[in-house]
Each structure stands twice: as structure tokens, then as C-alpha cells.
């Protein structure tokens, strides 16, 4: 019996590495069923080339609805945190392994509850993550959590192993990135009992940025 194939992005990613054209392209992105639900995609933000690529999840309801990354709280811990470690915030683009919030409602009222996105969910977006590297030519991506680290290094990856390491990059993407750090997503910090406590481990991995730009 044959094998269904899965869908994934590959389909709509332009043949350029043009951040504009990448961008414009993804809005039409059906990849996935996420985007049947989601306000519009969210793709990456920042310069191109970047010396530095922060890779999250995916948007939160406030993204979703801005259609730009990491503006929410999320969002303004990360650029305290890259900014007490010494990393220029102008230097670093910002993006999602998945481009559309994925989410459950409320019980009651409209509040969107994030919900983590699925293995294949996260697959099916990876083609808008490869363009973006190879258009970004970061020389380090900082893994922000489980769901980025599993997009780029694979599901058996798993942060706690690896916190604050640089570790070399995957061999299919020739050398950019050269390195990835994985630590915590920022909403993780917001969450977490000691918040001070939380943000300071955050910024002791962020330190080792600066040695690779």
C-alpha cells in the first residue's frame, strides 16, 4: 500500500533568498491546516545577512495579530536579555520554526490559548526555516526552547542536555550557521516561580553569543 506523503511548505517557498520575496511568499503558505485558523502567517524579522538568528516556536496571540515576531512579552524579555548579555539587538533576526499560531479557545470567553505545535506541523514549516538561513547567513542560531532546537537539530535533541552550549551546526547547511545555542524560550521566564532567578540563567546563555559574531 502506498505511502501517504505529508504536506509540507516546500511547495510555496520561492526559488530566491530574497528576505522581501521569502516574506511575500509565505503569506499564501498552506503547508499546513494551521493557517485555516491563524490571523496570517508571522515570518522572521531583522537584517539580512545577521550575525546572530534567535529561533523560537511559534507566534503568540499577540504576533498573530501584528504579524511580526517576538512583540509580545515574550518578545521584550528576549531583547532585556540580549541586551544585559552584550548581544546588538540590530545584528540579530528573529524568527519561528512554525509561522502560524497554533491554538486552542477558551472554555469561555475569546481567549486563544497556545497550543504546542505538532511534529508534523513543525516538518511541514522547516522549508520557510531553511530559506531563511540560507538568506540570513547567521553564523550562530540560538535555539529558544524544545520546538526550534527539534526543527533544526531533530526530535532526539533535547535543551536540557545542552543548555548554554555552542554546539556545531548541522553539516547539511555548509558552515551557516557554524555554531547553535540552545537555551529556554523567553515565555518560559514568565512563567517560571522565580523570574529573577530565570532571566539571570537566561542571560548567563546569551553571553556566549558575542564570542561567535
Known sequence: MATK??????????DSRSLDRLRSAALGCQGCDLYRDATQTVFGDGPAPAKVMMLGEQPGDREDVAGEPFVGPAGRLLDRALEEAGV?????????????????????????IHKKPSRGEIVACRPWLVAELEAV???VVVLLGATAASSLMGP??????????????????????????????????????????AFAALVKDLRAVPDVM
Do not use: I, M
Open 137 to 139: 547567513q547567521p553564523s
Open 156 to 197: 532526539s535533541f533535547r535543551v536540557t542536555a545542552h543548555r548554554g552550549e555552542l554546539l556545531p551546526a548541522p553539516e547539511e547547511f555548509s558552515g551557516r550557521p557554524e555554531r547553535v545555542l540552545a537555551t529556554v524560550h523567553p515565555s518560559s521566564v514568565l512563567r517560571a516561580p522565580d523570574r529573577d532567578e
Open 88 to 112: 546588538d539587538r540590530s545584528q540579530v533576526y528573529v524568527t519561528n520554526a512554525v509561522k502560524h499560531f497554533k491554538f486552542v479557545r477558551a472554555e469561555r470567553g475569546k481567549q486563544r
Open 5 to 14: 506523503t505529508q504536506r509540507t511548505a516546500a511547495e510555496f517557498v520561492p
